[in-house]
């Protein structure tokens, strides 16, 4: 008999199904109710969120809709997990006994930890085969669909995170955040899922090309036209996730990735509402083991002093990404690698005028980064005021934004499939997380 007995609901129209299901659950030591009436169920279910929460009571929806948009939808409207039809009964077991150790809050991870490397296979679906990089957050791989035989990125929650329930929770939640925000120049979530060692890890379109922090490292300043088009790109995802109330919270260069499709480059912004777990109000600062969990660099003065964040404090961060591509700097230099003196001169000191750094830049374009970076959320822009006044400058400029403009790479080895960097490259940037080898959110 399994630890993780409790008493079990299954919701089935057919009756074949629902017995087949119920009964192997009893012999696993559940107690198992059942019933017929999808809609009722759902009903009921829906009454039970109000007083209860996810955590407290766990949903796993089994389904024959394979489509990521209805997925999707359903955890969005409260399910905790999926199994999809027809249904793999020890990989419906594992997620069972999962959800039930994460609402009793008991460790997710057995006595030995659990292994997750080169040539596992999680969910019968992915195929891990080979390292991306590790970070403060997590680990990602480079892993292949079985089915589909196809390359994916997949991100493993660190361990030391993943022993709190709610980190995994929220691990989830974001994953669905980020899948609402549904854009070109967003990168895609594909799944969630907890291994059956209760490991979480989100599942996302694997990204051919480099950072455009690597990018600012190498060729800063950048060309106008191009710090246009890709300005415009983050400008427009940004709006696109402020309506769907989604704050980014952690906009930088490397979270801006500069992908290869066909010889042209696309932009792609990286970890929407992942970085709130790591830099949520009053903790964006908390020192760990070091460490600085957050960007100062690149972060508004209110995100730095704990207060509430909004969209207004992405367009700051964006602000930033404009002057340090257009300058190779960053608009309020540091004199050393300390993150809080870093934050304590992005509060209080203004930006050096882009003017000094860029002379002959149009005075439309200093405008504009000037706007973004306003000490006072209420007198900025928000992300589509700032994207449509970068278009109109542009215009007068006689400048085109190249979101899709075909690209030259030059020959610097083979590229590396990362869908994001944690440690910003550029001069004046801290490093904030330290004596690693590359960092990976």
Request: charged content about 25%.
């Amino acid at each position: 008999m399994t630890d993780d007995t409790g008493t079990l609901l299954v919701v089935d129209d057919s009756e074949t199904n629902r017995d087949l299901l119920s009964r192997r659950l009893e012999r696993k030591g559940y107690r198992v109710l059942t019933a017929e009436s999808g809609p009722q169920a759902l009903e009921i279910v829906r009454t039970l969120r109000k007083t209860h929460s996810p955590e407290e009571l766990t949903v796993i929806m089994v389904t024959a809709k394979t489509e990521s948009e209805d997925i999707v939808d359903a955890l969005e409207e409260g399910a905790n997990d999926y199994v999809v039809k027809p249904i793999d009964f020890p990989v419906c077991l594992a997620r069972v006994q999962a959800q039930l150790r994460l609402r009793r809050g008991a460790p997710a991870a057995p006595a030995k930890p659990e292994t997750i490397g080169v040539g596992t296979v999680l969910a019968d679906r992915y195929r891990i085969e080979a390292w991306i990089g590790s970070g403060a957050f997590g680990t990602v791989y480079r892993a292949r669909h079985l089915a589909l035989d196809h390359g994916v990125a997949v991100k493993v929650l660190q361990a030391h995170i993943a022993q709190r329930p709610e980190n995994r929770v929220r691990f989830q939640q974001e994953g669905i955040s980020a899948c609402r925000v549904r854009h070109p120049n967003a990168v895609s979530v594909l799944d969630f899922a907890l291994t059956p060692g209760g490991a979480a890890y989100l599942v996302m379109e694997l990204l051919e090309g480099r950072s455009l922090a690597e990018e600012i490292g190498r060729i800063a300043p950048l060309g106008l036209g191009r710090c246009i088009g890709i300005g415009s790109a983050v400008c427009s995802v940004l709006a696109e996730a402020h309506r769907r109330g989604i704050v980014h919270r952690d906009v930088k260069p490397a979270n801006v990735f500069l992908h290869r499709v066909a010889g042209r480059e696309l932009v792609k912004v990286l970890d929407f509402g992942i970085a709130k777990l790591e830099a949520d109000g009053a903790e964006a600062l908390r020192t760990q083991a070091g460490r600085i969990l957050g960007t100062p660099a690149y972060m508004a003065p209110e995100q730095l002093r704990g207060e509430k964040c909004d969209g207004k404090s992405d367009v700051y961060s964006a602000g930033v990404l404009l002057y340090e591509m257009l300058s190779g700097r960053l608009p309020v230099p540091s004199t050393g690698s300390d993150p809080l003196v870093a934050a304590l001169r992005q509060i209080a000191e203004p930006p050096v005028p882009l003017s000094e750094v860029r002379p002959g830049l149009p005075a439309a374009f200093e405008e504009i980064v000037t706007w973004a970076l306003r000490k006072d959320p209420a007198e900025r822009p928000d992300a589509e005021a700032l994207g449509s006044a970068l278009a109109r400058a542009a215009a007068l400029a006689g400048e085109e934004t190249p979101a899709g403009e075909e690209i030259r790479w030059p020959d610097l080895g083979p590229a590396r499939d990362v869908p994001t960097v944690e440690r910003p490259t550029g001069k004046g940037t801290a490093q904030l997380y330290r004596n690693e080898p590359e960092d990976v959110g």
